[in-house]
């Protein structure tokens, strides 16, 4: 069994670091087009974590949480 998150998850630390740069960028840009820029980004990485986050409740539902543990489990048994 494969673990349906594991892509989504990566895509959300992704989401969380292009947050993260463009509030950083943003508290030390110099001008006004770095301000746009890092708006832009930053309404991406929202857009982004929050597609991602819907995915993965949307996968849990489909496939369910305990998919990933217990084949796991079986495999090692």
Avoid: F, P, W
């Avoid at 980004?41 to 990933?68: F, M, P």
């Amino acid at each position: 069994m494969q673990d349906y998150n594991e892509n989504v998850r990566s895509l959300i630390k992704v989401a969380k670091e292009l947050i993260s740069v463009a509030d950083k960028g943003h508290a030390e840009c110099m001008d006004e087009n770095c301000v746009s820029l890092y708006g832009l980004a930053k309404d991406c990485g929202y857009r982004i974590r929050t597609a991602a986050e819907r995915e993965s409740v949307e996968h849990d539902a489909k496939y369910g949480k305990a998919s990933l543990a217990g084949a796991r489990k079986r495999a090692a048994g």
